[in-house]
Each structure stands twice: as structure tokens, then as C-alpha cells.
């Protein structure tokens, strides 16, 4: 599924236009993205939990010359499945 799927189905169920549900899933995402840049996890019982996790710092290998790089360490998002979401699945 696409975003513009999304936003379809979105607009198709609730009633409204593709620019409104456009609109609010972009809010949605950017408030996803703005509370993880600040640190805070983002939690739909259920559904799962957007938190940021912390890579260490590591040594890697250029995959063409073979040379040693250092890897910095750097924070990364992660999303861990609720519930209900891990048993819709199955």
C-alpha cells in the first residue's frame, strides 16, 4: 500500500476529501517525527510504539576496497508491534 493508497481508503471511510485526509495524515506523521527528534516515544495501544534507540559506534569494511571505516554512532528509529497488530498478522 501506497501513501496515496492510504490516503484514499483513508477519505473513502471517514466521509471527508483526499486533501483533508491528505492534511491529516501528514500531521500525523509529522508529529510522529517531531516527537522522536525530541526524544519522546509515540505509543497506539494495539497498534505499537515509535521509540528512537541509540547505535554504538562501530568499525565497518568499504564492501569495494576493503578498507576499515569508522562507523559514528547515531539514533535511529524503531517501531515495536502491539498486541493486537502482532495477532492481525499471524
Same mark, same amino acid.
Given at each position: 500500500?501506497t501513501?496515496?493508497?492510504?490516503?484514499?481508503?483513508?477519505?473513502k471511510d471517514?466521509?471527508i476529501?483526499?486533501?483533508?485526509?491528505?492534511?491529516?495524515?501528514?500531521?500525523?506523521?509529522? /508529529?510522529?517525527?517531531?516527537?522522536?527528534?525530541?526524544? =519522546? !516515544? +509515540?505509543t497506539?495501544?494495539?497498534? %505499537?510504539?515509535?521509540?528512537?534507540v541509540?547505535?554504538?559506534?562501530?568499525?565497518?569494511?568499504?564492501?569495494? /576496497?576493503?578498507?576499515?571505516?569508522?562507523?559514528?554512532? =547515531? !539514533? +535511529?528509529?524503531k517501531?515495536?508491534? %502491539?498486541?493486537k497488530?502482532?495477532?492481525?498478522?499471524?
Amino acid at each position: 500500500m501506497t501513501k496515496a493508497d492510504l490516503v484514499a481508503k483513508m477519505a473513502k471511510d471517514s466521509g471527508i476529501t483526499k486533501a483533508q485526509s491528505t492534511k491529516a495524515l501528514e500531521t500525523v506523521l509529522s /508529529t510522529i517525527q517531531s516527537s522522536l527528534k525530541t526524544g =519522546k !516515544k +509515540v505509543t497506539f495501544v494495539g497498534f %505499537g510504539t515509535f521509540t528512537t534507540v541509540e547505535r554504538k559506534a562501530r568499525k565497518g569494511r568499504n564492501p569495494k /576496497t576493503g578498507e576499515e571505516l569508522r562507523i559514528p554512532k =547515531k !539514533k +535511529v528509529p524503531k517501531f515495536i508491534p %502491539g498486541k493486537k497488530l502482532r495477532e492481525a498478522v499471524r
